[in-house]
């Protein structure tokens, strides 16, 4: 079956503007994360959705980020006046209610 | 979340063996530990995870000493195709993950 699918794949913006990412996560997984990973270095959590409760948002390192999910369905993060520090992947992860997450392929953005 | 530590890179030739050893040092009752790897321009990919003891599975093994502070994952006979960043987490399955810098592996012929 499809996996995780990110959209867009690549995204070049300028200092300023805001970013929508998007991620269809696998049918039927309850739970998604978004993570930044920036060049070089591990991931780092960003925000966490599971089923109905209200998401953990702990990880967002600031207030122009914001997420939203519909149902256990599609995801969007959304980047408000980006900054050149924001540059990095974005990686979505779906996982059933108690098991390993699975990846998608990453929105790279780069903020000019 | 478990801190864990572990080598920044580590180089081996194909057809040996690599093994990765992670250090956790406070892990929790009801943390599991889990390895993921990750290949260039790719998200990471679940390859093992175990509680104690021994998994094994068709692309590596885990050993966990009896007082879980430590795991090593094994890698038995690499090839050029498992040069990747591997990632040792510790923590809740249904829980946000912590992950650190990972460990390097590069393979050469």
């Known amino acids: 079956g499809a996996g995780v699918s990110q959209s867009p794949s690549n995204k070049v913006t300028e200092k300023g503007k805001d970013v929508e990412l998007r991620c269809d996560p696998i049918s039927g997984h309850t739970a998604l994360y978004w993570y930044r990973q920036r060049l070089g270095q591990g991931l780092e959590f960003l925000i966490y959705?599971?089923?109905?409760?209200?998401?953990?948002k702990s990880g967002l390192p600031s207030d122009r980020f914001s997420a939203e999910r519909t149902g256990e369905s599609v995801s969007t993060l959304t980047i408000q006046r980006t900054q050149q520090e924001d540059s990095a992947v974005y990686l979505c992860a779906s996982s059933p209610a108690t098991s390993e997450q699975f990846f998608g392929p990453g929105t790279r953005l780069t903020v000019l | 979340l478990a801190k864990t530590t572990q080598p920044i890179s580590m180089d081996s030739y194909e057809g040996q063996e690599v093994n990765i050893t992670c250090s956790h040092n406070n892990i929790a009752t009801n943390d599991y530990i889990t390895w993921y790897q990750q290949f260039p321009s790719q998200g990471p990919r679940f390859i093992i995870q175990?509680?104690?003891t021994k998994v094994t599975n068709e692309v590596a093994s885990l050993f966990i000493p009896a007082d879980r502070k430590s795991s090593t994952l094994s890698l038995p006979r690499v090839s050029l195709s498992d040069t990747a960043v591997y990632y040792c987490?510790?923590?809740?399955?249904?829980?946000?993950?912590?992950f650190g810098a990972g460990t390097t592996v590069t393979v050469r012929a």
């Open positions: 175990g509680y104690k």
């Open positions: 987490l510790v923590g809740r399955n249904d829980y946000k993950l912590s």
């Open positions: 959705f599971q089923g109905n409760s209200a998401p953990d």
